[in-house]
């Protein structure tokens, strides 16, 4: 199992640009999420899905769309990149249910670099 | 909304030293509390966790009690090592059907042989 994988590692945008970060889980997870880390402020939610065809906002979603056409691919798009979304971006996965029980796991994430 | 709070970093300490990183949190209901590390360049991955009032979490030699009354989920290890040089990170869940979670701001440890 590859576990969760993110593409690309390193990116560097000018302010205005979009992209998108790629994340792709092959442990038949139906939960996965897009955090963002920043110093002294933790990760904090973006948005996140519990299954294919359903995304929720989180606690920081301006900025930021996000689709789920299938179980195991669950991409976060930037659509005008702005120097506030300079971050390193964390996908994770895990199984719904068992009441927030489930260990999360965790890509090695994206550091984004907005110009 | 609910929240976690842990103790400021960096945190340094001589090889075999105790460790203790305090963690408390605010909830209105019942969540599951996590340990996650995160070594330098790489994603987190958990390192403990706890589902109920009382109950110990442990791994790696590493220790955290979900403290009801107090409303604290430390961590604690008798003797860290260099190899456990990281940053931790206490985290909630709030339950229900998704698994959201809140996370504290991490604390950097740094361990010298």
């Known amino acids: 199992n590859a576990g969760v994988t993110q593409t690309p590692k390193f990116q560097v945008l000018k302010t205005g640009q979009s992209m998108t970060l790629q994340c792709a889980q092959d442990m038949n997870h139906e939960y996965m999420s897009w955090y963002r880390q920043d110093p002294g402020m933790g990760l904090r939610l973006i948005h996140y899905?519990?299954?294919?065809?359903?995304?929720d906002q989180g606690e920081v979603p301006n900025g930021y769309n996000v689709s789920r056409s299938t179980t195991e691919d669950f991409p976060l798009r930037l659509l005008s990149a702005a120097p506030s979304q300079t971050s390193v971006y964390f996908c994770?996965?895990?199984?719904?249910?068992?009441?927030?029980?489930?260990?999360?796991?965790f890509g090695p994430g994206t550091r984004l670099t907005v110009l | 909304g609910d929240s976690v709070t842990q103790m400021e970093g960096p945190v340094t300490l001589s090889e075999e030293a105790f460790l203790t990183i305090n963690c408390t949190y605010t909830?209105?209901?019942?969540?599951?509390l996590f340990w996650y590390v995160q070594y330098p360049g790489e994603g987190l991955q958990l390192l403990l966790k706890?589902?109920?009032?009382?109950d110990k979490g442990s791994n790696k030699g590493f220790e955290a009690t979900y403290r009801k009354e107090t409303t604290s989920f430390h961590l604690e290890k008798g003797s860290v090592q260099v190899s456990d040089s990281a940053v931790y990170f206490c985290a909630l869940s709030e339950g229900g059907a998704t698994n959201k979670l809140i996370f504290g701001t991490g604390t950097l440890l740094a361990v010298q042989p």
């Open positions: 706890a589902t109920k009032a009382d």
């Open positions: 899905s519990v299954g294919a065809g359903i995304t």
């Open positions: 909830a209105t209901g019942y969540p599951s």
């Open positions: 994770a996965s895990s199984y719904s249910g068992a009441w927030g029980h489930n260990e999360q796991f």
